[in-house]
């Protein structure tokens, strides 16, 4: 399987970025999908994540500015995020997970958390300018 990420660039602080996915090379509906991110010169977390039925999590550093979506007729994932901040500024990836446990516990856990998730993108650059 693989997972091509898009939609990163340079905004400003209080701009919205759009961030979009597309799966391929395995059953999508049944993969709990994610969102991580790795700012610079610090470890990865996960953001947000969006279960095979739909069901939303997201880490407390992003919550009520993201938006996580999936549509599993054309494979595809996105995050919409809005009011952005300079601490926002990493690289984002997308990532899958067959496990429903680990899709419900990703946000919970800090930065560094070793994760079993199965595959990922190689991730699309979003710098926030003050």
């Known amino acids: 399987g693989s997972m091509v990420e898009s939609g990163g660039g340079s905004v400003q602080s209080g701009g919205s970025l759009r961030l979009s996915c597309t799966a391929s090379g395995f059953t999508y509906i049944q993969y709990c999908m994610g969102w991580f991110r790795q700012p610079p010169g610090k470890e990865r977390v996960g953001i947000a994540t969006i279960d095979r039925n739909g069901r939303a999590t997201y880490g407390d550093s992003v919550k009520g500015r993201v938006t996580i979506s999936r549509e599993n007729g054309k494979n595809t994932l996105s995050l919409e995020m809005n009011s952005l901040k300079p601490e926002d500024t990493a690289m984002y990836y997308c990532?899958?997970?067959?496990?429903?446990?680990?899709?419900?516990?990703?946000?919970?856990?800090?930065?560094?958390?070793?994760?079993?998730?199965?595959?990922w993108g190689s991730g699309t650059q979003v710098t926030v300018s003050p």
């Open positions: 990532a899958s997970i067959f496990s429903p446990a680990e899709c419900v516990w990703t946000t919970f856990m800090g930065p560094g958390w070793p994760t079993t998730y199965n595959y």
